[in-house]
């Protein structure tokens, strides 16, 4: 890049055109309609809702050969949504690849011996071959349920999440679901997520929430007592422990957590859930579906919260408090001032060594707007965040939440992803374990904010502490300072005879 960085929106639109010049004219056309500069929260606050000066555009195929990170529609589903439900069984029903890849990737935490009461941990695949492709795989899906049965007898339900072939040669999984749910007297869940399905795992999500409705809900009766200060969280999985944090906040404030999916949770809890008396959604994108259905069945409100960092805890606490009434507001005002010591001692800490710092954003989910003031209450600047798979009104959010001028970017492509990381150059880059090692190939910290890079939690105000430590550690690790790049190295024969590694030049 010859561009110099500049954090400003001419800047950002100069690089966007330069970065789409080594792109053939069809395709630069069709990828600009993914690039943009935020006018950002400044115009936002007026009433606007519109992100871009371009109008991003998003939710649309990838265009093939260019490298995107998407996942399928099978991975939104077994991924995202159900796999995390921890007494139920959840057989892929496909080609052990597909399931084996989904074997617990995500760090689900949950309480529960495994194997006994919990399987989140564990894989379950029917394992197609050849011969499955050619005769179908219902006898052989309906075998495997038994086996579950025979093996895990304290299995509270089985989901059937299909893969790519089964869409294709038809098997009827709903037929199967409903013959072994009557034989065993449990809930069994066909899930048509085939991973072909939609343009990625949006879809997936969509298609999981659409069967807890047509399959979970109102399917048994419950002994379940409601309460007026009974709330659902919809949409936090539980990531190294992110729904614990939420959950102390919550109850903390006189608040009766009565289901969490879907990290630990249980399907008793999904079940329960239309007699819950608001809904609380923390990943819009993934559950907003089944909580708009709450809301037009069973008159369930739902509010979106976010628990990433003090600023944003703190606005969403009052938030919530606000629904339930003035003494629930007085215990979230008093637990508001209950962590302000922690919160001052972590801004104390980590502020005057992330001050100043600039961060690029490349995330899933809610991530790529709900983290940003997180970083802001640390002294750091967002100077570009994008989606993988959201839509449009993720976008719009998203302009609640950004500075003016800052890179947007949707389903980016690799190629542009390392070229915009180039000419930026940012301080740090949080993105997924596919960016990884590319990006700290490059020079720069990188954080993996999928998953935490083996850390978390990073919801509520235990969880920011151990953000803002991670952020550090990244940033300013010793590591980045313990040698040159090839481009700045001194030969050893331009040194005086002292290599620039220090040794001696022999």
């Not at 371009?54 to 996942?71: A, D, L, Q």
């Not at 919260?305 to 629930?328: C, V």
Request: glycine share 10%; proline share 4%; hydrophobic share 35%.
């Amino acid at each position: 890049m010859s561009l110099d960085y500049e954090n400003d929106g001419d800047f950002n639109s100069r690089l966007i055109d330069e970065v789409l010049s080594q792109y053939p004219d069809k395709t630069a056309k069709r990828r600009k309609k993914h690039l943009g500069v935020a006018k950002g929260r400044e115009e936002a606050e007026q009433g606007s809702d519109a992100l871009c000066e371009t109008g991003v555009k998003s939710n649309i195929k990838s265009i093939p050969g260019v490298m995107t990170v998407r996942g399928c529609a099978y991975a939104g589903s077994k991924g995202v949504v159900w796999g995390p439900i921890k007494d139920m069984v959840h057989i892929s029903h496909g080609p052990v690849g597909c399931g084996h890849y989904s074997w617990s990737q995500r760090r689900n935490y949950y309480v529960g011996l495994t194997g006994v009461e919990a399987f989140v941990t564990m894989q379950f695949t029917s394992d197609f071959q050849e011969k499955d492709i050619v005769f179908g795989g219902d006898k052989k899906l309906e075998k495997l349920i038994d086996e579950v049965e025979q093996l895990f007898p304290l299995n509270n339900g089985v989901s059937l999440q299909s893969e790519c072939p089964i869409g294709l040669i038809g098997d009827d999984i709903e037929a199967v679901a409903r013959k072994k749910a009557k034989e065993h007297d449990k809930t069994i869940v066909p899930v048509r997520c085939e991973g072909f399905r939609g343009v990625s795992q949006s879809l997936g999500h969509h298609i999981a929430n659409d069967a807890i409705r047509d399959w979970v809900f109102d399917k048994k009766e419950t002994d379940f007592e409601p309460s007026f200060f009974d709330v659902n969280v919809i949409g936090d999985y539980n990531i190294g422990g992110d729904a614990w944090a939420s959950r102390i906040l919550l109850e903390d404030m006189g608040l009766r957590v009565v289901g969490n999916w879907s990290g630990d949770a249980t399907l008793a809890e999904v079940e329960r859930a239309p007699k819950a008396t608001l809904n609380l959604i923390h990943c819009y994108r993934s559950m907003n579906y089944i909580a708009r259905h709450m809301e037009e069945k069973y008159g369930i409100p739902w509010m979106e919260y976010n628990f990433f960092g003090p600023s944003q805890i703190e606005a969403s606490l009052r938030n919530i408090a606000a629904f339930f009434g003035p003494e629930t507001q007085d215990k979230a005002e008093a637990l508001i001032t209950r962590y302000q010591p922690l919160v001052q001692a972590v801004t104390e800490k980590y502020r005057p060594r992330l001050i100043g710092k600039t961060v690029m954003l490349y995330v899933g989910g809610l991530r790529p707007r709900h983290v940003i003031t997180a970083y802001e209450d640390l002294g750091m600047e967002i100077v570009g965040t994008g989606y993988e798979f959201g839509h449009g009104d993720d976008y719009e959010r998203t302009g609640h939440y950004v500075k003016k001028g800052t890179l947007i970017y949707d389903d980016v492509t690799g190629y542009e992803l390392e070229s915009f990381i180039e000419a930026i150059r940012p301080d740090l880059v949080g993105s997924g374990i596919k960016e990884k090692y590319p990006v700290q190939k490059m020079g720069i910290p990188f954080r993996q904010m999928h998953s935490w890079d083996y850390s978390g939690p990073y919801h509520g105000y235990d969880g920011f502490a151990i953000f803002a430590r991670d952020m550090d550690l990244a940033i300013n690790n010793p590591v980045w300072g313990l040698y040159d790049p090839p481009w700045k190295e001194t030969h050893c024969s331009d040194a005086g005879g002292v290599c620039s590694c220090g040794r001696d030049d022999e």
